[in-house]
Structures are given as structure tokens and as C-alpha cells.
């Protein structure tokens, strides 16, 4: 059975640093689209990044330069470092897959894309 699972959430101060795991099982996380996403308290699930089959990653606006996407294929594993972290930044994060997908251009960012979803885990950001 396909199962994504979220952890290494939790409380942080602003400027901090995070590390976020996304364990794949039930497909191979390399040879697919994955996703990372965020919902905050009021608002809708937006895309922070991807990472395509060949390994390219695409980013939010309003991420890039602070968070980086990347996988273990020996972990089937997704990861996300996300560094210099802003109050802005607290949400639900989840990650998504898209097994055998290949996508280019806003398909990447794009939920719709992306068939299989963690439950999730909590980030919060405050001084």
C-alpha cells in the first residue's frame, strides 16, 4: 500500500532551523514528482517545492533561497531543510507523490498533480 509519512515538526524560534521527513513506501519516491505543501491556520494549501524524477527542484517565491528539497534513495526518503525560519512560515506541512509522474513548468507546484498525501506535520514558528 502506498503510505507518506511526515515527521520532524515542531516549535522553533524565528531564524531557526528545521529538518523535515517524508518516508515513502509503496513506490519509489526517485523515479516520481514529489511535493512539499503547507496550510496555515486561515488559509489554503499552498507549494513550497518539488522535486522532479531527474532530480530538479523547483521552489515558491517565497521559499527559495531559505528551504532546500531532497531525497535518500536508499531511504526512499524526501527531505526538506528549511533554515532562517519566519513566523510566516508556521503551518501544517505535508508532503505529496506523484508515482511515476513526470511534470514540467506549474504541473510541479500544482496540487492537482500530485495523487498521494501525508497526513502531515506542525510547524510553528514564534518568538
Known amino acids: 500500500a502506498v503510505q507518506l509519512k511526515e515527521s520532524g515538526g515542531g516549535s522553533v524560534q524565528p531564524g531557526g532551523s528545521l529538518r523535515l521527513s517524508c518516508t515513502v513506501s509503496?513506490?519509489?519516491?526517485?523515479?516520481?514528482?514529489m511535493g512539499w505543501f503547507r496550510q496555515a491556520p486561515g488559509k489554503e494549501r499552498e507549494a513550497i517545492a518539488s522535486?522532479?524524477?531527474?532530480?530538479?527542484?523547483t521552489y515558491d517565491g517565497s521559499v527559495k533561497g531559505r528551504f532546500t528539497i531532497s531525497q535518500d534513495t536508499a531511504k526512499n526518503t524526501l527531505y526538506l531543510q528549511m533554515n532562517n525560519l519566519r513566523p510566516g512560515d508556521t503551518a501544517m506541512y505535508y508532503c505529496?507523490?506523484?508515482?511515476?509522474?513526470?511534470?514540467?513548468?506549474?504541473?510541479?507546484?500544482?496540487?492537482?498533480?500530485?495523487?498521494?498525501w501525508g497526513q502531515g506535520t506542525k510547524v510553528t514558528v514564534s518568538a
Open positions: 509503496g513506490f519509489t519516491a526517485e523515479s516520481s514528482c
Open positions: 522535486i522532479d524524477s531527474d532530480g530538479v527542484a
Open positions: 505529496a507523490g506523484a508515482p511515476g509522474k513526470y511534470y514540467f513548468g506549474d504541473a510541479l507546484l500544482d496540487q492537482s498533480s500530485y495523487g498521494y
